[in-house]
């Protein structure tokens, strides 16, 4: 692993703090805002001179912003840290696959970040801990305002800000929430309610890290999906209030679980099966990992640990954080190598046994 990346491996980010509004639900907020050169070609058809010295020139003017942080040339990342970043929301698989020279940069914290030359010349994103698009826009803005003030922007009178895919043209801003909805999926009809009426809301259902990727551990991100005509507040009140309606379903569903007799012993049951999967797998995939701690988070929440044999205690923030260390990039960047799927497994369940305060023999 990059030294420079050791500090961030051993540090919650921001985004998974505790104490942000409605983290029983909503994980966490992000705000991405994408803007284009004025006088360039979008990357797609930029010249790799001419993205190197975009590259350049961003280092140059916008890295004091990240002072505290990182700037690393996407080419010189290897393929684990990469991975470790995407699962960190700090960068995207497009910009390391992309042929051109580009950057990352990010505070320690995770709390803003800044792309070159991935779809657009420049994404930049900010995050909160919970449902609080409002700090994570004004994060992201901070950004952009630098951007804005270093870089001619293409901006249109009538089109708002010009970006690479028309989809994201007007505000080029995607605002999303990352939300654990067990009780819902539980429930299965529930939940296929929910992730419809977010489509009739014109929002995006995707999975945890974002466009093309899996739900697993009953994890979800939601986001708009309009960007010309809403005014930035428009669309950011209307995912915030999306998720609002969405945590507030989730929570009776849990409450629903818990008072009806056979559910409640049902889900008791399944939380046992999932702590001694824990307790006694050698070997676990993600799907596998992320399936059991989301059960007990679930069981937890619905008031249920104390009747779920297990020793020590169990915390939903902790099932959380070691939802999100568990992911393979995060395991690799922690032994410092690539693993083939086996050792992955085999150290995942290690890392679980001891996130979890589990004695082992």
Known sequence: MDPRLDPILHRTPAWLAPDGPETDVVIASRVRLARNHRALPFPSQLQQDAAEDLCTKARERISPMFQNGLVLEAKEVSSFDAEFLVERSLASRDLFENHLPGLVLFLGDGSIGLMVNEEDHFRAQGFACGLDLERAYRRCCAVTGELGRRFPLARHPKYGYLTCCPTNAGSGMRASLMLHLPALARERGPLQKTLQAARRSALAVRGVHGEGSRALGQMYQISNQRTLGPTDPEQVGLVAQFGRDVARYERDTRQRLREDDGRRRELIE????????????????????????????????????DEVECEPALHPHTLLQLSFQLQPGHLQARFGSPMNPEQRDASRAQILRKGLGIRTN
């Not at 399944?270 to 988070?297: D, F, M």
Request: net charge positive; charged share 15%.
């Open 270 to 305: 399944a939380a046992q099966r999932s702590w001694s999967t824990l307790v006694e797998s050698k070997q676990l995939t993600s799907a596998q990992a992320l399936q059991a701690l989301s059960t007990l988070r679930l069981a937890v929440l619905a008031e249920l640990g």
